[in-house]
């Protein structure tokens, strides 16, 4: 079986220690792809860095909502160049191009670790930057659905997803099973993480069994949200079957066709050669 994790934060401290490891792991389980989303400049800057070295990895870049603040006039030109030159880079190399989505960006009204007026006009922002770009996005929202629909709505009327592809992936998705029509509907895929296998955890349930298989994604957030029996532990991608075990048990699908079902979806939300 060959998966794609969707979403993997691997090139943060927790992994200094044993990346080639962590990696030789996960190319065991059978995760032969995986996308480093980035949280910040700095942080986006080392998941291009890592993606051009490994055609294993992919990189998104961005500013997460926690990090809105850092935005400033300069930021949108230097992600662009960002992009451009990494993917320059790979080319140069041999490689497709490896920066394939914008993110994470979005609303995170739980933490509000930036104010939530500055989290709007940076998401905005960035979603605007994506559509330059012709990138998909990764979006972040946490207690803040109903805010995140209106900007995504707003953001459709407004032409800057793309008719031809997928407009991205709402990850890591904490919505209810009501709320997925109206983001399938805007063009978007939904991404499960970890809490799907936790005990009596029937809202991500519910929510990814509304979620057509052609239209499912699977991350595994690492080093966060770890799927049982590790729970408790530091998260990794070889983790991720776990995750398709348990999505494959709440669709009554065979796991070998979840596999391949979710990986295709990968490959063309990110606009990916097979």
């Known amino acids: 079986m060959i998966w794609f994790d969707t979403h993997s934060h691997i090139q943060s401290g927790e992994f200094r220690n044993d990346f080639p490891d962590m990696l030789m792991r996960a190319r065991a389980a059978g995760v032969t792809r995986i996308l480093l989303p980035g949280s910040n400049e700095p942080d986006s800057r080392i998941a291009c860095r890592l993606a051009v070295d490994d055609p294993m990895l992919y990189a998104a870049v961005g500013v997460h909502p926690h990090d809105a603040k850092t935005w400033d006039e300069g930021s949108a030109d230097r992600f662009a160049k960002l992009v451009r030159t990494t993917n320059d880079k790979a080319l140069k190399i041999g490689r497709d191009r490896c920066v394939v989505a914008y993110g994470e960006i979005g609303l995170d009204f739980y933490r509000d670790l930036s104010p939530r007026k500055v989290q709007r006009t940076v998401f905005r922002k960035q979603l605007e930057l994506a559509h330059k770009l012709e990138l998909p996005v990764i979006v972040h929202m946490r207690e803040a659905t109903e805010a ?17 592809h997928p407009a991205g992936v709402v990850h890591c998705y904490s919505g209810s099973a009501e709320t997925v029509p109206y983001l399938l509907k805007l063009g978007f895929m939904i991404g ?83």
């Open 192 to 274: 499960f993480d970890g809490p799907i296998t936790y005990k009596n955890a029937r809202k991500p349930m519910d929510a990814l069994a509304a979620v057509p298989i052609d239209s499912l994604v699977l991350e595994t957030d690492a080093p966060y949200l770890t799927p049982h029996p590790y729970r408790g532990k530091r998260n990794e991608p070889s983790y991720l079957p776990f995750i398709g075990e348990k999505a494959a048990e709440i669709l009554k699908m065979d796991v070998k066709d979840v596999a391949t079902q979710t990986t295709a979806n990968a490959l063309r939300l990110f606009r990916i050669e097979r």
């Open 148 to 164: 995140t629909l209106d900007m995504l709505r707003e953001a459709y009327k407004d032409g800057l997803f793309s008719k031809d």
